[in-house]
């Protein structure tokens, strides 16, 4: 096959360059995957040895595709080219040359985050470190970024300056002691020990220079320390390196990623050619016009714009929401909009955040709506552990008897009671005809307990029969406040300083939203009716969805995918970009590209969505809209806002509000209706074969009516009145369809 075939000048360029340091600037939705696989193939087709070929990617996924386009374009040969990710590709090198280092050898083992941890565990009794001074998973993150740094314990020991360094540094001295002794290699260590080898045994990395006479780094502005000095030593030889990415969409700088290593490249390899691919592909030139606008912001950067010959494209609908839940319907009902009139499928549509907690009140939405959706990235929120144990103490304190629940945090947080233990306990409840609580809360009775753990199962009786009493007397919300902190969870969870104990202890704050949230509402605002809503959620989740599903995902989540039909939720000030970036201007400059890269998913239509006050972590905020938000021209956005009434309350239909300027505030009149009156609704734009829906028509029970898509069927229930018709049509071969009137692309017969 032409191997040229399809591709652009810059494109070609790309492929061409064989000789050389390459830069290739590869915007988003630009085809650096097809310019990359089109480059091993022109390198093969020309007569280089697959294995003088090595194709470095950052997940298997990418590396298996780009494997099978080069065995369609080449065939059988194009296996013998080294194509993985770093780290595989180390384990492979390692296999290979680790005996050239002292007290290795060729079968080591490679431990996972929890064997490393268990080494560490034994270090720090070793040491006569307090676990809960030094937590295993502080101390195995300070470790991990040394090795990401190339820092052995030597290094880092010279370099620790202050007390708690100074014992990471015993710590990690033991801790690689035992890994050797074990003849095991952590994750991290896959790439210091290469460097360490290539560096230390100069005839091994002189026989892979000469073999690598041609090296391919992708989302080279992802690499981190170690993966740059690999890269550098290997190429050192030929300089046939060709690096691509986008310095625009370097995001991972918390993970450890060095955005300098794409910006300095040029210096680095002074000779090298710099190749820009700016014409997207995926993108109409409105969302690429919005996203150049956002991205020219940022200083440190190298000059790029996205360009394409797409069509110029809907405009960006922004919504301004007057809170969480009313942007969370506004997202819910435009999705179905989507579905009902364009004939959009749901696969079609990501919803974007930057945070996990955002989740929670957006997936009530769809859940409340019957969207069927999946979470990329992160579990549901009411499936997350943490929101699981404290539901699990909730239903126990309601209900003693629940077996199942105080199994799941009998020993949540840990209280030394061992399995044996709990085997026992069950056992003597079941021969006693008592329930597992009654044993628990009279652990004397029971046979053979030591005192030991008897303490502790006295202690976690009194504290549920304590909060059985604050039941009746305190708001949901502060029981769940008391539960979570008297019964030693959060404390637990702030012991150890690790990343997703941070994300942890942000999802039980957003719990206490839930609850407050609960408070407002129509039913009595006991634990009773908390539990009752919560597992009414709870099922409606598990029910049996569709293939066809809204993706939920974080923006970092959202790196190298693509969508039709993009929302980017909760643009404020504080949350978008992050408040804990806002006094660092490398910081916010990152939040800026996670931006710009929620922007570049969208393909043809992008939502962006703001509040004019939410509820976060328990507390009401009003944050200002976010700069993002405000760096897009006017030309390229469709403003609308919830219109309120008198008494501050949303009504349920939204008005178009042009020129807000770059302040995007409502205006005086705006804030001030009084919610009487007609409301005009922005009107959707037929598209395709769509039919617009008609609201005027009388529907009667034996009507025939016909759908866009499931054609003619008769009416067999009519329900409520105006715009809240709600129909139920039966479809030949289709089954009983509800429709609502206002949104059902159908028509009378």
């Given amino acids: 096959m032409d191997i040229f075939e399809g591709l652009n000048p810059a494109q070609v360029a790309a492929v061409e360059h064989t000789t050389g340091p390459l830069l290739i600037m590869a915007g988003a939705g630009s085809g650096k995957t097809k310019v990359l696989t089109c480059k091993i193939a022109n390198l093969l087709a020309q007569g280089v040895a697959p294995y003088n070929i090595l194709a470095i990617t950052f997940t298997n996924k990418a590396a298996t595709e780009m494997r099978e386009r080069v065995d369609r374009m080449i065939g059988p040969k194009a296996k013998d080219v080294w194509l993985s990710t770093f780290h595989a590709f180390c384990a492979r090198f390692l296999r290979r040359e680790i005996e050239a280092l002292e007290g290795y050898k060729h079968n080591f083992v490679i431990y996972d985050s929890s064997d490393s941890q268990t080494v560490i565990k034994t270090c720090l009794r070793e040491l006569n470190l307090d676990e809960k001074q030094y937590t295993p998973n502080s101390i195995q993150a300070a470790i991990s970024n040394a090795k990401n740094t190339l820092q052995g314990p030597r290094a880092f020991e010279q370099s620790a300056d202050?007390?708690?360094?100074?014992?990471?540094?015993?710590?990690?001295?033991?801790?690689?002691?035992?890994?050797?002794?074990?003849?095991?290699?952590d994750f991290d260590d896959l790439l210091m020990i290469t460097v360490v080898l290539l560096e230390e045994h100069q005839d091994i990395c002189a026989k892979y220079q000469a073999r690598f006479k041609y090296i391919m780094v992708d989302e080279y502005q992802d690499t981190n320390g170690a993966q740059y000095q690999l890269t550098k030593l290997l190429a050192a030889q030929h300089h046939n390196l060709c690096v691509v990415g986008d310095a625009d969409q370097s995001i991972y700088g918390w993970r450890g990623a060095d955005i300098r290593n794409i910006m300095d490249f040029e210096k680095d390899y002074p000779e090298v050619q710099t190749i820009k691919l700016e014409q997207n592909y995926r993108s109409t030139k409105t969302i690429l016009a919005a996203a150049n606008a956002v991205i020219e912001n940022n200083i440190d950067r190298k000059p790029k714009e996205l360009w394409t010959e797409n069509a110029g494209g809907e405009k960006i609908t922004s919504y301004l929401a007057n809170d969480e839940r009313d942007e969370a319907q506004f997202i819910a009902t435009t999705v179905m909009k989507q579905k009902t009139i364009f004939n959009s499928?749901?696969?079609?549509?990501?919803?974007?955040?930057?945070?996990?907690?955002?989740?929670?009140?957006?997936?009530?939405?769809?859940?409340?709506?019957g969207?069927?959706?999946?979470?990329?990235?992160?579990?549901?929120?009411?499936?997350?552990?943490?929101?699981?144990?404290?539901?699990?103490?909730?239903?126990?304190i309601f209900n003693p008897a629940d077996t199942v629940s105080l199994m799941r945090i009998i020993n949540v947080p840990k209280r030394g009671l061992g399995d044996a233990t709990i085997a026992k306990m069950n056992e003597f409840a079941a021969m006693n005809?008592?329930?597992?609580?009654?044993?628990?809360?009279?652990?004397?009775?029971?046979?053979?307990?030591?005192?030991?753990?008897?303490?502790?199962?006295?202690?976690?009786?009194?504290?549920?029969?304590?909060?059985?009493?604050?039941?009746?007397?305190?708001?949901?919300?502060?029981?769940?406040?008391?539960?979570?902190?008297?019964?030693?969870?959060?404390?637990?969870?702030?012991?150890?300083?690790?990343?997703?104990?941070?994300?942890?202890?942000?999802?039980?704050?957003?719990?206490?939203?839930?609850?407050?949230?609960?408070?407002?509402?129509?039913?009595?605002?006991?634990?009773?009716?908390?539990?009752?809503?919560?597992?009414?959620?709870?099922?409606?989740?598990?029910?049996?969805?569709?293939?066809?599903?809204?993706?939920?995902?974080?923006?970092?989540?959202?790196?190298?995918?693509?969508?039709?039909?993009?929302?980017?939720?909760?643009?404020?000030?504080?949350?978008?970009?992050?408040?804990?970036?806002?006094?660092?201007?490398?910081?916010?400059?990152?939040?800026?590209?996670?931006?710009?890269?929620?922007?570049?998913?969208?393909?043809?239509?992008?939502?962006?969505?703001?509040?004019?006050?939410?509820?976060?972590?328990?507390?009401?905020?009003?944050?200002?809209?976010?700069?993002?938000?405000?760096?897009?021209?006017?030309?390229y956005m469709e403003?609308?806002?919830?219109?309120?009434?008198?008494?501050?309350?949303?009504?349920?239909?939204?008005?178009?509000?042009?020129?807000?300027?770059?302040?995007?505030?409502?205006?005086?009149?705006?804030?001030?209706?009084?919610?009487?009156?007609?409301?005009?609704?922005?009107?959707?734009?037929?598209?395709?074969?769509?039919?617009?829906?008609?609201?005027?028509?009388?529907?009667?029970?034996?009507?025939?009516?016909?759908?866009?898509?499931?054609?003619?069927?008769?009416?067999?229930?009519?329900?409520?009145?105006?715009?809240?018709?709600?129909?139920?049509?039966?479809?030949?071969?289709?089954?009983?369809?509800?429709?609502?009137?206002?949104?059902?692309?159908?028509?009378?017969?």
Wanted: charged share 25%; net charge neutral; glycine share 8%.
């Fill in 162 to 185: 202050n007390f708690f360094k100074e014992k990471v540094s015993d710590v990690y001295k033991l801790y690689q002691k035992k890994l050797r002794a074990n003849n095991a290699l």
């Fill in 639 to 749: 403003r609308l806002v919830v219109r309120q009434n008198a008494y501050g309350f949303a009504n349920s239909s939204v008005v178009q509000q042009r020129g807000y300027g770059s302040a995007f505030r409502p205006s005086v009149q705006m804030q001030q209706a009084s919610g009487h009156g007609t409301i005009t609704t922005p009107v959707m734009q037929q598209t395709g074969t769509a039919i617009r829906p008609d609201t005027n028509v009388n529907w009667h029970v034996g009507d025939k009516a016909k759908h866009g898509k499931w054609g003619t069927g008769t009416v067999v229930s009519v329900r409520g009145s105006g715009e809240e018709v709600e129909l139920k049509i039966a479809f030949p071969g289709q089954g009983i369809k509800g429709l609502m009137q206002k949104y059902a692309p159908i028509s009378k017969e």
């Fill in 371 to 396: 969207i069927p959706y999946t979470m990329v990235g992160g579990l549901k929120f009411y499936d997350r552990k943490e929101i699981k144990d404290i539901h699990a103490y909730l239903r126990v």
């Fill in 345 to 369: 499928s749901f696969g079609d549509i990501a919803i974007l955040y930057r945070t996990n907690a955002q989740s929670r009140v957006l997936e009530e939405g769809f859940m409340r709506a």
């Fill in 433 to 635: 005809d008592m329930t597992l609580f009654d044993v628990v809360s009279n652990p004397a009775q029971v046979p053979g307990l030591t005192a030991r753990v008897k303490k502790p199962l006295e202690i976690f009786a009194e504290f549920v029969f304590k909060m059985m009493a604050y039941q009746d007397n305190l708001s949901v919300h502060d029981l769940i406040d008391r539960v979570m902190n008297e019964s030693g969870y959060i404390a637990e969870l702030e012991s150890e300083k690790k990343p997703e104990n941070e994300t942890r202890l942000e999802n039980l704050k957003e719990l206490l939203s839930v609850a407050k949230d609960f408070e407002k509402g129509d039913e009595i605002p006991n634990l009773e009716n908390f539990l009752s809503q919560v597992a009414l959620v709870s099922d409606i989740d598990n029910a049996n969805l569709e293939e066809d599903r809204v993706t939920f995902m974080t923006l970092h989540s959202a790196k190298g995918l693509e969508f039709p039909i993009v929302f980017i939720a909760g643009m404020e000030e504080g949350l978008f970009p992050h408040s804990r970036t806002l006094m660092n201007e490398s910081e916010l400059e990152e939040e800026r590209r996670a931006c710009y890269v929620g922007i570049t998913r969208a393909e043809r239509k992008l939502y962006l969505t703001n509040a004019r006050g939410r509820m976060i972590y328990g507390h009401t905020v009003s944050y200002p809209q976010s700069r993002f938000l405000s760096e897009i021209p006017e030309e």
